[in-house]
């Protein structure tokens, strides 16, 4: 038993840290953040609530059955690398060319629409949760650890799975809290440095889109040519 306690922690720890760069709470939570302009506080907390919700179920899902996902789908995990890379990339292009001198024209009559607008929302799952907050990097981790948690024993199988979803579940809170509170940072930083902020963390996604891009093409050529 005291072995299978040290076990347990030991991936808790282990998939603590191999999740948290590439979910990244905190520098997500700055991309996000434009999604969630001038919506109350109450709705702020309803809509991070869905989203730590959304993350929690994909990655379970990833854990427990993404394998046989794939496998009925006839997917590879560099496959799953390279279209998620190439959303990511799409994502951070769309808020690097967007034009922030516009925001501040907007008419009375649109901001009072803006209040009843569900285009929020709409987009709560994609692509704020999928790939913004947990993508192809998350989903690619998340298959590494299952499989090197992969035992024959049930017993040990058991306690590798309730490991890594106690990781994923402190990644959560950690998404929880972040994206329920970037506002009040925001507020301290100041608008200005909002916008370099939101621009330097767009600018940081499309280059993690194109390294998960990269290592999806060096891994489908190991693939395929047996290297």
């Known amino acids: 038993m005291p ?3 040290n076990t347990f922690i030991h991936l808790v720890f282990i998939g603590f840290v191999a999740l948290f760069p ?3 709470p905190i520098g ?3 991309i996000v953040s434009p999604y969630f302009a001038d919506i109350s506080r109450k709705e702020r907390l309803k809509f991070v609530k869905r989203i730590t919700f959304y993350s929690f179920i994909i990655c379970a899902i990833t854990v427990l059955v993404g394998h046989w996902i794939l496998e009925l789908f006839g997917l590879s995990i560099p496959v799953i690398q390279l279209a998620g890379g190439i959303m990511i990339c799409k994502i951070g292009w769309e808020f690097l060319s967007a034009d922030d001198k516009k925001m ?9 629409e803006k209040e009843h607008d569900t285009s929020a929302e709409t ?3 994609y692509p ?3 790939p913004i907050t947990t993508g192809a990097g998350t989903i690619a981790v998340l ?3 299952s499989a090197q948690g992969a035992n024959t024993d049930r017993s040990v199988y058991l306690v590798n799975i309730c490991a890594l979803l106690v990781s994923i579940i402190g990644i959560c809170i950690l998404i929880f809290i972040f994206y329920l509170n970037t506002n ?3 507020s301290f930083i100041g608008e200005r440095s909002e916008q370099i902020i939101n621009r330097f963390m767009a600018f940081l996604i499309f280059c993690v889109g194109l390294q998960i891009v990269a290592g999806g093409i060096t891994n489908l050529i190991k693939l395929h040519f047996n290297l």
């Open 3 to 5: 072995q299978q306690f």
């Open 22 to 24: 590439v979910v990244n």
């Open 28 to 30: 997500s939570a700055f």
């Open 104 to 112: 501040p024209e907007k008419s009375a009559a649109e901001k009072a």
């Open 123 to 125: 987009k709560l799952f």
């Open 128 to 130: 704020i949760t999928f």
């Open 143 to 145: 298959f590494t650890l």
């Open 184 to 186: 009040r940072l925001i």
